[in-house]
């Protein structure tokens, strides 16, 4: 079945850098764009970054210049580097994938961003 597992949230200073993964599995990978999501409590879930299967990608506008996603289709893994992090970034990230017009979610990491 699908899964995808995201690790490396945590605390970070404003101005820091993290970088958070998602290992995906149960379906191939390099064929489908993957998405980072966060949510803060009481917001909608928004859509921070997308990258296709051949790895172009998109960036919400808040987050451009500052996030980068990446894949690696060998590990089966999607990534998202996050530098020069403000307070606003400060959420739940979620890896996303649609796959044949289902959304498939991971549980969610953890980025609180605070001196």
């Known amino acids: 079945q699908v899964q995808l597992v995201e690790s490396g949230g945590g605390l970070v200073q404003p101005g820091g850098s993290l970088r958070i993964s998602c290992a995906a599995s149960?379906?191939?990978?390099?064929?489908?764009?993957m998405n980072w999501y966060r949510q803060v409590p009481g917001k909608e879930r928004e859509l921070v970054a997308a990258i296709t299967g051949g790895g172009r990608t998109n960036y919400a506008d808040s987050v451009k210049g500052r996030f980068t996603i990446s894949r690696d289709n060998a590990k089966n893994t999607v990534y998202l580097q996050m530098n020069s992090l403000k307070p606003e970034d400060m959420a739940v990230y979620y890896c996303n994938a649609d796959l044949w017009g289902t959304d498939y979610w991971g549980k969610g990491t953890l980025v609180t961003v605070s001196s």
């Open positions: 149960g379906f191939t990978f390099s064929s489908f764009p």
